[in-house]
Antibody, heavy 122, light 106 residues
Framework: QVQVVQSGAEVKKPGASVKVSCKSSGYTFTSHGISWVRQAPGQGLEWMGWISTYNGNTNYAQKFQDRVTMTTDTSTSTAYMELRRLRSDDTAVYYC????????????????WGQGTMVTVS | EIVMTQSPATLSVSPGERATLSCRASQSISTNLAWYQQTPGQAPRLLISSATRAAGIPARFSGSGSGTEFTLTISSLQSEDFAVYYCQQYNDWPPSFGGGTKVEIK
């Protein structure tokens, strides 16, 4: 079945970097873009950025433009999100989410979500 | 950036009753709106996109609206429906979410 599985929880010091992975299975990885969405404790959902799994093009939220890098490894069907210069307010659950439409390449809804990765900055 | 506003923040409903949730966009988004359900400790789940139910979503969930005003209706609330619901626009970059509506047991 279609699923995405994320890497485990992380604890980081302020100023450090974190890299979260998101491994897809059950579908053609390069057919659907991947977005990263985070959720601070008790708060709502915040979109961070998107990557085309087809050609690696990215679109980052302005808020994270200078601190985030999204990449993919098509050989392992894995997407990565690295966030640098961590601050305490980056403490959140980070989700990867698959674009609903195949071969679309534009802003979309998200039909498959990873289980989330808790990143604690302290 | 398109701002999405959900109301009410909390909705108290008895099991078996109808729930109506609202979502407003700061500018027209046509019908490019999705609804998600999130239960505690779980990832969001796609319910509806462009007023079409996602695979496996029960018929008691329905979405309507276009332009700037949208509604999610749950016709008869079941115990598993008590959760937080988010709307999301995907008409333009960046995609944006509403602040959520918590549906709680009355």
């Amino acid at each position: 079945q279609v699923q995405v599985v994320q890497s485990g929880a992380e604890v980081k010091k302020p100023g450090a970097s974190v890299k979260v992975s998101c491994k897809s299975s059950g579908y053609t990885f390069t057919s659907h873009g991947i977005s990263w969405v985070r959720q601070a404790p008790g708060q709502g959902l915040e979109w961070m950025g998107w990557i085309s799994t087809y050609n690696g093009n990215t679109n980052y939220a302005q808020k994270f433009q200078d601190r985030v890098t999204m990449t993919t490894d098509t050989s392992t069907s894995t997407a990565y999100m690295e966030l640098r210069r961590l601050r305490s307010d980056d403490t959140a659950v980070y989700y990867c989410a698959r674009d609903l439409m195949a071969n679309w390449g534009f802003v979309d809804a998200f039909d498959i979500w990873g289980q989330g990765t808790m990143v604690t900055v302290s | 950036e398109i701002v999405m506003t959900q109301s009410p923040a909390t909705l108290s409903v008895s099991p078996g009753e109808r729930a109506t949730l609202s979502c407003r966009a700061s500018q027209s988004i046509s019908t490019n709106l999705a609804w998600y359900q999130q239960t505690p400790g779980q990832a969001p789940r796609l319910l509806i996109s462009s007023a079409t139910r996602a695979a496996g979503i029960p018929a008691r969930f329905s979405g309507s609206g276009s332009g700037t005003e949208f509604t999610l209706t749950i016709s008869s609330l079941q115990s598993e429906d008590f959760a937080v619901y988010y709307c999301q626009q995907y008409n333009d970059w960046p995609p944006s979410f509403g602040g959520g509506t918590k549906v709680e047991i009355k």
